[in-house]
């Protein structure tokens, strides 16, 4: 189980309490309008997330699957959860979860709030990710500031939904998580999956030949969330705007990184829709390098087809293609 802060601890607990003045309002106007419960109430946390657990599930009869956190919201790393989202909890029976930490708000509280909640991690069992490690500093330079601590993510890069190829083994993870649950729909879920994977394998092939024309592979990215795709097609990000997703660069930060992409040979810099791209934007323009903006599919569209994961990441083999060039 993922450790939790005292801080999201304390949010939580307090919301699980709300959420009990809430629930009994709840369900009998549900009932009133005459819905029907589903045998199988699926939470996913997150737009991707979601985005698998449906194409995995559909049209198994029963089974409903539902977004906790808003479409839009993006990778939920600071996420505080609000007493709707935990009486979302307390209705469902199942919880999908990107893992890795990511979802920092797992942990006793979820439990609390719904004891007899299943947790299906989609990260795993997968083992060759990519590890954030603290940087080494010379013996004599003592302990580091707590800020600086703060400020750096040590780790596993979570952002595994954002490579078609990972992505891939995410969705295989989901179908044996429902296959557990719910034993006479494994038959769908398997064959839903492996459609499925089929569809992000092929994807993940078109990424490696488009990467295979480019002419350039050096990239700065807004943060680390391309982190696995770079690594599959051979790109090197030589540099990441923002370490933390959403906490902007200090002065004296942008200085360096303004000096680390003018030395790198970096052809352009890719920024995010979830994310402000002021800050991007402006070291762009001081090392002269294009900008476009690449989507990793960590939000989009409340009701978004089943096809938007790979509609979009299919726009994103296209703005490489565009931006870095391709060989002569």
Do not use: W
């Amino acid at each position: 189980m993922i450790a939790l802060s005292f801080k999201f601890k304390t949010m939580i607990l307090s919301c699980v309490m709300v959420t009990g003045l809430f629930a009994g309002r709840a369900l009998p106007a549900a009932r009133a309008q005459g819905e029907t419960a589903p045998r199988i109430h699926v939470l996913c946390s997150f737009f991707p997330v979601y985005q698998f657990t449906q194409n995995v599930a559909a049209g198994r009869e029963g089974v409903r699957v539902e977004l906790m956190l808003p479409a839009a919201m993006g990778c939920p790393h600071d996420t505080l959860l609000t007493p709707q989202d935990m009486e979302k909890v307390g209705r469902a029976q199942v919880f999908v979860a990107n893992g890795l930490g990511l979802e920092e708000f797992l942990g006793a509280p979820l439990t609390h709030a719904n004891p007899k909640l299943t947790i299906i991690d989609a990260s795993r069992g997968i083992t060759d990710l990519i590890v954030h490690r603290a940087p080494t500093e010379p013996a004599s330079a003592g302990p580091a500031a707590p800020e600086a601590e703060a400020n750096t993510h040590i780790g596993p890069n979570p952002h595994l939904f954002a490579s078609p190829a990972m992505a891939a083994r995410m969705v295989r993870n989901i179908a044996e998580g429902l296959a557990k649950v719910d034993p006479e729909g494994a038959a769908i879920y398997k064959k839903n999956a492996t459609a499925y994977e089929a569809k992000l394998r092929r994807l993940s092939a078109d990424f490696d030949a488009e990467a295979r024309r480019l002419r350039t592979r050096k990239i700065v990215t807004e943060h680390s969330v391309f982190d696995y795709l770079a690594r599959q097609i051979g790109l090197e990000v030589v540099a990441v705007i923002e370490e933390n997703p959403g906490q902007e660069p200090s002065a004296a930060q942008m200085l360096d990184l303004v000096q680390t992409i003018k030395q790198s040979g970096a052809a352009a810099v890719f920024i995010e829709p979830q994310y402000p791209a002021a800050v991007a934007r402006t070291i762009a323009r001081e090392v002269g390098l294009p900008v476009a903006v690449l989507d990793p599919v960590a939000s989009g569209p409340e009701r978004a087809p089943l096809t938007y994961y790979e509609s979009v990441m299919r726009k994103n083999i296209e703005t490489l293609g565009q931006t870095l060039g391709e060989k002569k």
